[in-house]
């Protein structure tokens, strides 16, 4: 019985080294220049800090950039509310998005049921879907329909199996 599996992972890597590159534009950008302005990664966050929303916005549209020239999806990221921080600075928080939960897991398994392809069965192991079926087409016809569709969240298909 065909298998394959969806997944939502990211490439720490290539996250990590966007953010080196964001911060380093930062400090050579002339209007950043005196504004104590950073970007941190931590093992799921990023914070970012500055001194007003508005640069607050301009540090994020930096980050987002350097994210999407390095093939990371934007949907990875999921910003946290801007809060005030020591000396009239600003700062806010984006959680990094890895893996599909439950809430996820049961609207890609409701929509697999709503495709009505015969045979076609999922299953939730941990953080990652299996999905099998009778036939081969069916199940590329499952893969079609999801990358079309907008979850949310960043979706990978491996380990596909005949």
């Known amino acids: 019985m065909p298998t394959f599996d969806v997944v939502s992972e990211v490439d720490q890597q290539e996250i990590r080294n966007a ?10 950008r002339f209007d950043f220049k005196g504004t104590d302005s950073s970007i941190d990664l ?14 607050l ?3 994020t549209q930096v ?9 990371v ?10 809060e005030e ?14 893996g599909i939960n439950d809430e996820k897991a049961r609207e890609i398994g409701k929509f697999l049921k709503g495709l009505g ?3 076609v069965q999922h299953q ?17 016809a499952a893969i079609q329909a999801m990358r079309e569709h907008d979850f949310g969240i960043p979706l990978q298909f491996t380990n596909f199996r005949d």
Do not use: M
């Not at 999806?73 to 910003?79: A, F, I, P, R």
């Open 42 to 55: 931590s093992d799921k966050e990023i914070d970012l800090h500055t001194d007003t929303e508005q640069r």
């Open 57 to 59: 916005k301009a540090l």
């Open 73 to 82: 999806s934007l949907k990875v990221l999921s910003y946290g509310k801007v």
């Open 63 to 71: 980050l987002e950039e350097k994210l999407v020239r390095r093939k």
């Open 85 to 98: 921080a020591a000396k009239g600075t600003v700062r806010q928080r984006a959680t990094l998005t890895v």
């Open 117 to 119: 392809l015969k045979g």
């Open 19 to 28: 953010v080196d590159q964001a911060s380093r534009e930062i400090n050579t």
């Open 124 to 140: 939730v192991q941990g953080d990652q879907l299996r999905v099998s079926g009778k036939k081969r087409d069916d199940l590329q």
